[in-house]
Structure formats: structure tokens, C-alpha cells
T-cell receptor
């Protein structure tokens, strides 16, 4: 158990809908990262937050947004969902925003868009 | 942006044999190279990492080597055991100011046969 929690574990929804994925980092960790894992694209970095502020952006679509709250939990919002958004979404946390800090991954949320 | 190629995509070995997974990266500014292990139904877990100022690092049965000139790095697992069976991902991190992001390889499915 990495100490990172993600809810829900599974999510099934329809095209065009909007969903919110939630992540609670390990106790004391200030940075949260979101990743998308799919068979064709592999594991892709989406976005990083550090202590409530956006720190780095990866291949995140404009239909996706995220935020980190004062209690350091984070939410990833996916809107106007398409079939291709079906994937595993992982949240990871680290103690700080330094590039060499170990990232601890949560168990993931499996999103299925029908 | 950074591109990380990983080979092979699948690797099957007998228990006790060694396993080697290789990765190449494209951006010479990349300076941190972690390796992750992902077991079925779980998130990736860091197993070893290396920074660009180091050529080799060992941790018990696991070692990583880095050749900055050739822009490639490798994971070596000796005396493999069935519990080493998993998907292994290499990654490269490039730092830009206070920001950085990890770019992952597509993964290697390692199967250790008893």
C-alpha cells in the first residue's frame, strides 16, 4: 500500500458526460501528479500540482482540468468524454516538487466510456 | 519533447536467469532516470533510479546503468524469481526551471518461469 488513495476504483459513463476523479496524497506529501495509462499510449503524464498550485503540464487535453485543494487532495475533471478517454488514471504524490523525489502511485481509477 | 523507447516489449526467462531491459531517450538535457514495476491491478512502484552524474547503481539483485553519450540506460535483474514477474517501465525526466515531467517508455512485460 503506497498510502495514496484514489476514488472511485471503477467508473462507467457515456460519451459526452463529465466525471471527477479524486486523489488523496500520502500524509505530508505536497505534490500530486496525474497520469493516464492506455494500451496504445502507455503511461502519460498529465499535470502536476504542488501545494495547491499548478507546477507542470504534460499531455493534458483542454477538456480535462485539475485542482489541488488546501487539504492537498486533488481532483481531475474530465468533460465531454469520448470513447478514447477510456483508460486507467493514476494519481501519484511526492514529498516535494523536486525532479528526483520518489513518486508514490495510487491504485488507479479505471474509466470506461461507452 | 522527450521520447523514450523501451525494448523488448515482452521478456520471458527461467527462474534464476538474468533479465535485461533497455531504454533510449532523445533529449540530452534529461537528467533523472527512474524504473518502475507495475504488478497486475496496481499502480507503478519505483524500484531504482539513477541521476545523470552517475554511471551505475545497484540495489541487491537490481542494477541500472546509464550511458549519457549514447543516451541509453538499462535495467539488470539477476537471479530472477517468479515474484519479479510484472510490467517494468523506464522513464526520463527533463528539468525546465522549477518544472519537470516524466516521460515513460511503453513498458516490458517480464515473465519469470519457475
Amino acid at each position: 500500500d503506497s498510502g495514496v488513495t484514489q476514488t472511485p476504483k471503477h467508473l462507467i459513463t457515456a460519451t459526452g458526460q463529465r466525471v471527477t476523479l479524486r486523489c488523496s496524497p500520502r500524509s505530508g506529501d505536497l505534490s500530486v501528479y496525474w497520469y493516464q495509462q492506455s494500451l496504445d499510449q502507455g503511461l502519460q503524464f498529465l499535470i502536476q500540482y504542488y501545494n495547491g498550485e499548478e507546477r507542470a503540464k504534460g499531455n493534458i487535453l483542454e477538456r480535462f482540468s485539475a485542482q489541488q485543494f488546501p487539504d492537498l487532495h486533488s481532483e481531475l475533471n474530465l468533460s465531454s468524454l469520448e470513447l478514447g478517454d477510456s483508460a486507467l488514471y493514476f494519481c501519484a504524490s511526492s514529498a516535494s516538487g523536486s525532479y528526483y523525489n520518489e513518486q508514490f502511485f495510487g491504485p488507479g481509477t479505471r474509466l470506461t466510456v461507452l | 519533447g522527450e521520447n523514450v523507447e523501451q525494448h523488448p516489449s515482452t521478456l520471458s526467462v527461467q527462474e534464476g536467469d538474468s533479465a535485461v531491459i533497455k531504454c533510449t531517450y532523445s533529449d540530452s538535457a534529461s537528467n533523472y532516470f527512474p524504473w518502475y514495476k507495475q504488478e497486475l491491478g496496481k499502480g507503478p512502484q519505483l524500484i531504482i533510479d539513477i541521476r545523470s552524474n552517475v554511471g551505475e547503481k545497484k540495489d541487491q539483485r537490481i542494477a541500472v546503468t546509464l550511458n549519457k553519450t549514447a543516451k541509453h540506460f538499462s535495467l539488470h535483474i539477476t537471479e530472477t524469481q517468479p515474484e519479479d514477474s510484472a510490467v517494468y517501465f523506464c522513464a526520463a525526466s527533463i528539468r525546465g526551471g522549477s518544472n519537470y515531467k516524466l516521460t515513460f517508455g511503453k513498458g516490458t512485460l517480464l515473465t519469470v518461469n519457475p
